[in-house]
């Protein structure tokens, strides 16, 4: 999976995100904002050239306040207004594949390049103007307990708190009979939480230090306001609805948690390992079944006008209680974050295509390639795959396993090498190619733990830069 499968289907997700699926709604849909930048973080490593001009593409159907159309049309690279747009994760996920971008190549010219907005000639600015209204945009859209508004809806399409449709045929993803400017999303809290963190460091990089030290403090202020308002006893609300009522709630009849937040809130290191453990041990408990984990529980089994979309489907299935495949590496990374190689493997492997072969049968989609979903337990089918190619569990598995498991990630100043393994792996070998070096890497268990690089030891686990052609490394743990 990790050397040859999952990174093929990285590169076929770039090419054409969701825009030509048999699944989908075909080529009149399509590139995501947000599947697209999300596509890059599996893909970057591959063909940086491309990615960074997928990058500026994608920025420059962004709006001047900050918020983006939610696609665009390859061809002619014009946002598609007819699909909607109000989606307020879709900012964050720029600077996520922005800065993975400078990561990966050192390549901080890519902040310096006049970038338009909406596409419009004569509005061109740095890109980095555009990671900053990305961030201030969140800022600036808060809700009445300090989490981010939700608009439209955030990574999930299909929670749509500000819909109330009641008209068969009625697009959940461009009605909109009720804006309420209240509503606010838990996930995206998170997402501002990592993200932030990591657009704070990139300014401190270029010399911009008030600027870092500014939104540092707006971080705080957003993780205080998750531990406050969004987290539930045992894990992480998902939202407040139109009412400022709580969703992914124990005080739910129905849907009483949520994947997502569990995953990123973890992932931001939000409430540190404490929370982290609770919020992850309660995904498992509640959510957890023989392929991953399933998106919420219970599952919905009438419709919810002040939901939306989520819960008109079926029990079991898409959103509505399936293994949406997509966001179970976040609590992949989750594990990693917390230092939990044996939850961490485990999760991996119950949806990774090569470790569920013989479960063919019943998953009916490619041994090699990730699904979309895995309809959850409350589904008449029980484990059958759907949407299989076109999805963004392929760039998140990679980077779960490649950055996660093996703890292989590119740094501004260097190669880290960290990885987070089972119990049951003594070790492990991998070859790296990463800014014009290829890094020969040798991991195992051992009493002297620590780093060598080169024949000579170094101090933490960051291979710093070199022009060397080939370099060795061996991390004893």
């Not at 030509?20 to 973080?41: K, P």
């Not at 300014?203 to 870092?212: H, S, T, W, Y």
């Not at 979903?373 to 089918?381: D, N, P, S, V, W």
Request: net charge negative; aromatic share 12%.
């Amino acid at each position: 999976m990790v050397n040859i499968w999952n990174q093929y289907q990285c590169m076929v997700t770039f090419n054409m995100s969701r825009s030509a699926s048999y699944y989908e709604s075909g080529t009149g849909r399509g590139m995501g904002f947000r599947d697209s930048c999300q596509d890059l973080l599996g893909f970057v490593h591959l063909i940086p050239d491309r990615a960074r001009e997928r990058i500026l593409d994608i920025a420059s159907i962004q709006f001047a306040d900050g918020s983006t159309y939610h696609q665009y049309q390859p061809l002619t690279k014009r946002g598609n207004g007819d699909v909607g747009s109000g989606f307020n994760d879709d900012p964050l996920w720029l600077v996520a594949c922005t800065c993975a971008y400078i990561r990966e190549t050192g390549d901080f010219s890519i902040l310096d390049e006049p970038t338009p907005f909406n596409n419009e000639a004569g509005t061109e600015v740095p890109l980095l103007e555009h990671l900053r209204r990305s961030i201030g945009f969140t800022v600036s859209h808060k809700g009445p307990h300090g989490l981010p508004l939700i608009g439209r809806a955030d990574w999930n399409d299909c929670l749509n708190l500000n819909c109330f449709s009641h008209e068969p045929g009625e697009s959940f993803q461009t009605c909109s009979n009720f804006e309420s400017g209240k509503a606010e999303s838990v996930f995206i809290a998170g997402m501002f939480v990592k993200y932030g963190k990591e657009y704070a460091e990139l300014c401190a990089r270029i010399g911009l230090d008030e600027e870092a030290e500014t939104v540092r403090k707006a971080v705080a202020d957003m993780e205080s306001a998750v531990l406050t308002h969004g987290w539930d006893g045992e894990w992480f609300l998902r939202a407040y609805d139109a009412f400022e009522q709580p969703v992914g709630s124990h005080t739910n009849e129905e849907g009483q948690i949520f994947i997502e937040p569990q995953g990123f809130c973890v992932m931001a290191g939000i409430g540190g390992a404490e929370y982290g453990k609770r919020a992850l041990r309660s995904t498992e408990e509640r959510l957890g079944n023989a392929f991953g984990i399933e998106l919420l529980s219970p599952c919905y089994r009438k419709y919810h006008d002040y939901l939306g979309e989520i819960s008109s489907y079926p029990p079991g299935y898409k959103e509505n209680g399936s293994v949406f495949c997509h966001n179970n590496p976040w609590v992949t990374l989750a594990y990693c974050k917390l230092g939990d190689g044996n939850g961490a493997f485990s999760l991996y492997t119950r949806n990774a295509p090569a470790y569920i072969e013989e479960k063919s049968d019943i998953h009916r989609t490619e041994p090699y390639c990730y699904s979309q979903t895995i309809a959850g337990r409350a589904a008449r089918t029980y484990g059958e795959a759907k949407n299989s190619w076109l999805t963004g569990t392929a760039a998140w598995s990679f980077a779960a396993v490649s950055q996660g498991i093996l703890g292989v990630r590119p740094e501004y100043d260097g190669l880290t090498i960290d990885p987070c393994l089972p119990d049951q792996m003594d070790g492990c070998r991998i070859s790296r190619f990463f800014r014009g070096t290829r890094y020969e890497i040798t991991v195992r268990r051992g009493a002297e733990k620590g780093l060598v690089v080169d024949g000579k030891p170094i101090a933490g686990r960051t291979i710093p830069l070199t022009d060397k052609e080939v370099c060795t490394a061996e991390l004893t743990i």
